[in-house]
């Protein structure tokens, strides 16, 4: 049984909007112009397989806000080039670490170091 269709009476309700509006207007205001310009994003990143192999990299890149807005008109601007993959994807199982080189300020550092198993 599908929950959607029975559920999109309320949904569309003036009472449910009504309260959506209200929640949205007590979330705290985002950054401002000057806090993007000046900010930056900086993730570590550390994945193991089962065989104990380790890969650690750094992402540097802009203001997380800004960051959220650039990939997606990246990732827009490849599907509107027919670049998009069948089925359900994030967007690193769609286009890896490539799409990161359309995200202007963006640099992917690699900090694995080669282990030597005995």
Do not use: C, K
Request: proline content about 8%; charged content about 15%.
């Amino acid at each position: 049984m599908r929950i959607g269709p029975r559920l999109r009476p309320l949904l569309d309700s003036a009472a449910w909007q009504a309260m959506l509006r209200a929640l949205i207007r007590r979330l705290p205001a985002g950054p401002t112009d000057a806090q993007l310009a000046s900010g930056s994003t900086q993730v570590w990143a550390r994945a193991t397989n089962d065989a104990g192999d380790t890969a650690t990299a750094r992402l540097d890149g802009p203001e997380a806000y800004e960051f959220t807005a650039l990939s997606a008109a990246a990732i827009l601007t490849r599907i509107s080039n027919g670049q998009a993959p069948a089925g359900n994807h994030t967007p690193a199982t769609a286009y890896g670490t490539s799409l990161l080189a359309d995200i202007p300020g963006t640099t992917l550092t690699d900090l694995t170091t080669p282990t030597v198993r005995g």
